[in-house]
């Protein structure tokens, strides 16, 4: 997996990447040249052999800040309709190839977490987050409506439905005590034990199956869509593909010899 990007930072190492926004001058904003680098990078995370977790970091004390107030906002005030639409169908595909990526992605939230970068911790799989987490999705600040990047159809499904409303109508922040009580964050650390923390849950989820891990992840984004029924055979089918894996041959001859199993992701 490419870890030469221009317009993010990255490091691979032991089978986890850690990319991080790097403006932090300006508390990371996103621009277009990011926002279209990210989306490639992640969706070519679906072909890499050699990145099982990935963790989405702060950089100097803030997550992001969203859209560059004068690279984004300021030139779409000038665009037309047309190239608007384009606009927003990246950074949509943004979120689309995060949540597709196969791949399980921490988000390690510290600080100032507004607008896109609420978007994209939203649309990691976990979140960690220092009591000094400031997220808001402050897109009514702006004039535009709350529905940006999917926030109207996976915020609800993480906080509930009530509670994202009220976010997403009046843009205001919402604290890190209630992001980890909403539900939004899975817990709050410390800042100089948020990447710490961030790494060892990643450590964590990369000794286990990775294989099952992409299996988890791909049937969590698809059976929102699904009715019962075709959930429970999707995962039937999937439960079947991963009954023919390596790893699970592995975890019984472990168990059977009172070990614990060591899995290779296939």
Known sequence: MRSDVKHF???????????????????NPLTFDSYAELRDWFRDLVYADDVDVVIFGSNGGNFSSGGDVHDIIGPLTRMNMKDMLRFTRMTGDLVKAIVNCGKPVIAAVDGVCVGAGAIIAMASDLRLATPEAKTAFLFTRVGLAGCDMGACAILPRVIGQTRAAELLYTGRSMSADEGERWGFFNRLVSGDALEADALALAQQIQSGPNFAHMMTKTMLAQEWSMSIEQ????????QAICMQTGDFERAYNAFVAKQRPVFEGN
């Open 231 to 238: 959930a429970i055979e999707a995962e039937a089918q999937a």
């Open 9 to 27: 930072l990255c490091e691979i190492k032991d089978g986890i990447a850690t990319v991080r926004l790097d403006r932090p001058d300006r508390k």
